[in-house]
């Protein structure tokens, strides 16, 4: 692991606001996850296509153009954690980028 | 354009286009443009987690439609990608799109422009979907609409072959014409059916292309063309200063008609594109023969000048439309004088259609052909025709209601056209004497006459033949 992982980068990508005692124990986590998976690195691959799906030959199934009802309205908002007229209500992202330079 | 200095702008451009089918990507929940928001939604396209995706066949078969009418190279498998962010409007914090892999690639779309063959390269088409639609109010808030989450869209991606931003605009308008004729997508911009992402950069003939930039969500032929024509001065006059072009993401504001550069995060590699788990390869091989391609529009343009021995321009025109190009040629299936129908239709007829669209036309192509078909056996002239279109579109009723109803046929009979050039004759011998004294500019006043005879039922052409046969002639015909 040679690029230095950027923690401000990945918050800001990630639209989280960390303190700086979060910032600190989130780092040292990323980092132990990453090198777990740096490992993998160790495994001879020479040679080896890569495999992204386990199942050789097999396709994915498609399905006919045919609407059928989805949720009802009111339970789908009622587990938002905040609505106005029916419509979620989150804070804007664009708030974020205002008030950071 | 204003002046380039001498530099040459070379753009490429990203074209979504909103798929026009009965249910989402992924989903089977209806896409009905214009519901209550939030009625349209289901696990999937609201991103719950553990809920699966599947594929509708309908976007893949129109995604080959597009392929094939672009000359691409049909991918047979092909895969689909997680493109990670966050934002709002995506709820699972990936968009499913294509990346490597793509349904097809290396196509082109072939047009004229500015009097030259143009060919631009299509790099690939791509199935994705679409976020949901977002409202930014003024308090610092998101409101978000899923009904719009998972819609199909294609992105259809160019090479760098645009040399001009007129010539992107035409490119664009050839294209949608393309997807419509294909009815793959009505393309309605005002509804965001179609957008437009572009890049461009500037430099110097015999240079290496310049930096690119890339300019966000244009969302009509203006506001392509005028944010690429504001971009491509600004990249020259940075460069002019002395200054260097920055690559970045910038964003058209139609009020100002400038680029801004847009605040964003991600670059490529933050978006950790990899392999959809969730969906195994797609194989496109049973669908290559469940479709047909309708004629494309230039292969009916220049059937249209082989046919009907149109003018190119002509052809041009009548083929914008699939729908106009029908009503021509049901228009005119027992008309004699094609070319007169061809111009009428777009001299006369077309304003009226785009006002309110075909559909909405009142008058039908037989009715049309009706009152063509009265001035091609000489009942009525092309002048009056003019009138009776007028009354046909206001009062709905037929062309031969109309011109017998009241009256209005040529004077049909020779007979009687040269009695009243005979009358018109006898009554103005100072007008006779001035002609054959070599003023012929007197004929007018006498077609007149002889007009006011036929109460403007003659055809004024005929008159005049007859005319001048008379007063040459000496004594009368
Ligand atoms: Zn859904």
């Not at chain 2, 709002?88 to 779309?109: C, M, N, R, V, W």
């Not at chain 2, 200054?243 to 964003?264: H, I, P």
Request: charged content about 30%.
């Amino acid at each position: 692991m040679n690029r230095k992982l950027d923690i401000d980068h990945i918050a800001r990508l990630a639209k989280l606001d960390l303190s700086p005692e979060e910032r600190v124990r989130l780092r040292r986590d990323l980092e132990r996850i990453l090198s777990y998976v740096e490992t993998l690195k160790e495994v001879p691959v020479e040679g080896v296509d890569p495999l992204p799906y386990p199942h050789e030959g097999h396709f994915q199934r498609m399905r006919p153009d045919t609407p059928r009802p989805g949720l009802n309205r009111n339970d789908v908002i009622r587990l938002a954690p905040d609505e106005l007229f029916f419509l979620f209500r989150t804070p804007s992202p664009l708030r974020g980028l205002k008030k950071k330079p | 354009m204003k002046s380039l200095n001498g530099y040459e702008v070379v753009i490429g451009l990203e074209i979504h286009v909103e798929v026009d089918t009965q249910t989402k990507l992924f989903c089977s929940c209806s896409r009905e443009y214009g519901r209550d928001p939030n009625t349209q939604v289901c696990p999937v396209c609201l991103g719950y987690p553990g809920a699966l995706p599947v594929l509708n066949e309908e976007v893949v078969i129109q995604g080959l439609k597009v392929a094939r009418a672009l000359r691409s190279r049909i991918n047979e498998v092909s895969q689909f990608f997680r493109k990670n962010y966050f934002y709002p409007d995506l709820p699972k914090g990936y968009q499913i799109t294509q990346y490597t892999f793509s349904l097809a690639e290396d196509g082109h779309l072939e047009y004229q422009f500015e009097g030259s063959q143009r060919r631009v390269r299509v790099e690939r088409i791509n199935i994705e979907e679409e976020a949901a639609k977002s409202f930014h109010t003024e308090d610092g808030y998101t409101l978000l609409d899923f009904n719009r989450s998972g819609i199909p869209l294609l992105e259809i991606v160019t090479r760098p072959d645009l040399r001009s931003p007129a010539e992107a605009r035409t490119f664009l308008a050839k294209l949608r014409q393309l997807i419509r004729y294909l009815e793959v997508s009505p393309c309605d911009m005002e509804k965001g059916h179609l957008r437009a992402d572009a890049n461009l950069s500037v430099h110097r003939p015999g240079e290496p292309l310049g930096t690119k930039v890339e300019i966000k969500n244009l969302n009509s032929f203006k506001a392509l063309e005028d944010a690429l024509t504001y971009e491509a001065q600004r990249q020259i006059q940075v460069l002019e200063a002395g200054g260097k072009v920055v690559q970045e993401t910038r964003l058209f504001d139609e009020s100002t008609g400038q680029t801004v550069a847009m605040r964003t995060k991600e670059e490529e590699m933050d978006y950790r594109y990899f392999p959809e788990p969730d969906l195994l390869p797609l194989n496109v091989t049973a669908y290559l023969n469940r479709f047909e391609l309708p004629e494309l529009p230039w292969e009916k343009s220049a059937r249209f000048v082989r046919e009907y021995g149109l003018r190119e321009d002509v052809a041009e025109v009548l083929t914008q439309e699939r729908a106009l190009a029908d009503y021509f040629e049901e228009m005119v299936r027992d008309l004699k004088d094609i070319a007169q129908a061809a111009n009428w239709l777009v001299n006369r007829v077309l304003a009226d259609i785009k006002e309110r669209s075909l559909e909405e036309f009142p008058i039908r192509p037989s009715q049309m052909a009706e009152l063509l078909s009265l001035v091609e056996s000489g009942r009525i002239t092309l002048n009056l025709a003019k009138d009776v279109y007028e009354r046909m579109l206001q009062e709905g009723r037929s062309a031969r209601d109309i011109v017998e109803s009241e009256g209005l046929e040529v004077v049909s009979t020779e007979e009687e056209l040269q009695k009243f050039v005979a009358e018109a004759v006898e009554e103005n011998p100072e007008l006779v004497a001035k002609f054959r004294k070599g003023k012929e500019g007197v004929i007018g006043p006498l077609i007149g006459a002889v007009m006011k005879k036929t109460r403007g039922k003659a055809d004024p052409k005929r008159v005049r033949e007859l005319l001048l046969k008379a007063l040459r002639g000496g004594s009368g015909a």
